[in-house]
């Protein structure tokens, strides 16, 4: 009896040892190329979806039906033209900002954003709220195909170029590291003209708009950038830089729109130190992100890069010393 338990226990044993899995000779080299494969996959740059670069073509029509929304508005939605002037130069006085020449993108998502909510302004809020999107379109695109230079707004600007020295030249040219903050002209360009439909140009905009547009990115009342640049630069920036920023941005001569001949200065102002970078030894592109959500590959510095430590080739480190004037 006994002898016949223990020749059931081995055959037992012996079963489930025939019915173990054993590591096979390729288990290795399949571990090994799908670790390649993670560290591969972990290596590699992603790629940042690309927002559309501009609206489609306004049409004549449109632009008619756009300029007749300018001056007359439509319903409960007053004339823009009362704030904005007949010309979309705006009134620096009262802090109203121009709207001739920039993008239509901007201005549309703009509008869309006071329809939406996600920027927050007691008197444009009810007026996009009462336009059709369709309606803010082609408004937008009317006011983006104005030449700003053509309009008396020309001359409330200033005589001369403001210091290319000082807190704000630095803070809107190289950034500040220490505070992680990157250079204004990482998204707005060198000469403060703007870069593309959608991130828009500082330069001869009225210091009043500025500086309060910066607040209500401080203070939580505009919430319109998908990239969260913009709350965290007015949050750093605080409200004296922020002054200080602004009137030297509103000291620039007003860029011409797209197609036309530059101002004399943007054309006199060396590379800035922060802006657009190779990619590292890595491979990987540093500082992906800008104003508005538009990706942009910056420097080093914060989210989005840039600042004092970053730049381009052939490029100068400091800003230039003697602006030209006008």
């Known amino acids: ?5 223990c020749v059931a226990l081995l055959a037992t044993t012996l079963m489930a040892g025939c019915n173990r899995r054993e590591p096979s000779a390729a288990a290795p080299a399949a571990e090994a190329a799908s670790s390649a494969s993670a560290a591969s996959a972990a290596s590699a740059v992603v790629a940042v979806p690309v927002p559309p670069a501009s609206e489609a073509q306004a049409s004549p029509a449109d632009l008619e039906a756009g300029a007749q929304l300018a001056v007359q508005g439509s319903g409960a939605a007053a004339a823009c033209s009362s704030c904005h002037g007949a010309r979309g130069e705006g009134q620096p006085a009262a802090r109203f900002p121009r709207l001739a020449g920039l993008g239509a993108t901007y201005l549309r998502e703009q509008l869309d954003g006071y329809a939406n909510g996600t920027r927050q302004h007691p008197v444009m809020e009810p007026i996009a709220k009462a336009l059709q999107a369709d309606q803010r379109r082609i408004v937008a695109a009317y006011f983006a195909s ?5 309009t008396n707004a020309q001359s409330n600007q200033p005589t001369r170029a403001p210091p290319a020295d000082g807190v704000a030249a630095r803070l809107a040219w190289q950034g500040d590291e220490p505070r992680q903050l990157v250079a204004c002209a990482n998204c707005h360009g060198r000469d403060g003209g ?3 439909d959608r991130i828009p140009p500082l330069a001869g905009q009225p210091v009043g708009y500025l500086e309060d547009a910066l607040a209500a990115w ?3 009342r505009r919430n319109n950038d998908a990239s969260g ?3 965290r630069i007015a949050k750093a920036l605080g409200p004296a830089d922020a002054h200080a920023v602004a009137a030297w941005y509103a000291a620039l001569p007003m860029p011409a729109p797209a197609g036309r001949t530059p101002a004399t200065f943007a054309s006199t102002l060396p590379p800035v130190t922060s802006g657009p970078v190779a990619a590292a030894a890595s491979g990987a ?5 800008s104003e508005q959500g538009a990706p942009l590959t910056g420097g080093g510095v914060g989210p989005g890069g840039a600042g004092a430590t970053q730049q381009p080739a052939g490029g100068s480190s400091q800003p230039p010393t003697t602006p030209a004037s006008r």
Do not use: F, I, S
Not at 1 to 5: E, G, N
Not at 146 to 150: F, Y
């Open 1 to 5: 009896m006994k002898a016949a338990l």
């Open 218 to 220: 401080r203070e939580g």
């Open 194 to 196: 703007g870069l593309g």
């Open 285 to 289: 592109a540093q500082g992906v992100g």
């Open 146 to 150: 104005l030449d700003p230079t053509a």
């Open 229 to 231: 640049q913009m709350p």
